[in-house]
T-cell receptor, first 116, second 110 residues
Framework: DAKTTQPTSMDCAEGRAANLPCNHS???????VYWYRQIHSQGPQYIIH???NNETNEMASLIITEDRKSSTLILPHATLRDTAVYYC?????????????????FGTGTRLTIIP | NAGVTQTPKFQVLKTGQSMTLQCAQD?????MSWYRQDPGMGLRLIHY???????DQGEVPNGYNVSRSTTEDFPLRLLSAAPSQTSVYFC?????????FGPGTRLTVT
């Protein structure tokens, strides 16, 4: 799986949009970008994933650059409950997941703190 | 639908003791895995299974055994606990969308 690079930490004011960047310059054509978050002491939580098109769900939006070498997770109206560590992961998978290669590699992620 | 459940939530062991961490999922997922997370670090894969009767090693398998006799259950066994195994253990099961994690087991080995 391709390696990702994320800032160690970020702050965001409550109610504002939180934009979390991720670099994955060695991503392969069949690798998807996944985002998870981990709220203190809890298990990681799936947020969103995408291949090359921008994606949106009830939690967040994912913007992937045209060359797919970087992406941004957007939490449109951050709340205090969004304070967590956010992990950007690239892996083979998505709509045609290769279950023999489901080994997610978690880095250290971005610690996002929402400021009241 | 309970998702992924883990027991116990907390456990203290003495060096050399053995124990089994339980993990169960009710989503009929074929793929399940075990991770450990040490303070301030990301998750590291211990073992995984792509279906009943099939298991394989992850990044840090030493000192741990797994088995997968049913789709629902994926227990993790510590054969002879060591202080280096003090960690938080997460079990996960996978669908096409992504992995779903249990609440974790916090293990301390003294």
């Amino acid at each position: 799986d391709a390696k990702t690079t994320q800032p160690t930490s970020m702050d965001c004011a409550e109610g504002r949009a939180a934009n979390l960047p991720c670099n994955h310059s060695t991503i392969s054509g069949n690798e998807y970008v996944y985002w998870y978050r981990q709220i203190h002491s809890q298990g990681p939580q799936y947020i969103i994933h995408g291949l090359k098109n921008n994606e949106t769900n009830e939690m967040a939006s994912l913007i992937i650059t045209e060359d797919r070498k970087s992406s941004t997770l957007i939490l449109p109206h951050a709340t205090l409950r969004d304070t967590a560590v956010y992990y950007c992961i690239v892996r083979v998978g998505g709509s045609q997941s290769n279950f023999g290669n489901e080994k997610l590699t978690f880095g250290t992620g971005t610690r996002l703190t929402i400021i009241p | 639908n309970a998702g992924v459940t883990q027991t116990p939530k907390f456990q203290v062991l003495k060096t050399g003791q053995s124990m089994t961490l339980q993990c169960a999922q009710d989503m009929n997922h074929e793929y399940m895995s075990w991770y450990r997370q040490d303070p301030g670090m990301g998750l590291r894969l211990i073992h995984y299974s792509v279906g009943a009767g099939i298991t394989d090693q992850g990044e840090v398998p030493n000192g741990y055994n797994v088995s997968r006799s049913t789709t629902e259950d994926f227990p993790l066994r510590l054969l002879s606990a060591a202080p280096s195994q003090t960690s938080v253990y997460f079990c996960a099961s996978s669908s096409l969308a992504g992995q779903y994690f249990g609440p974790g087991t916090r293990l301390t080995v003294t």
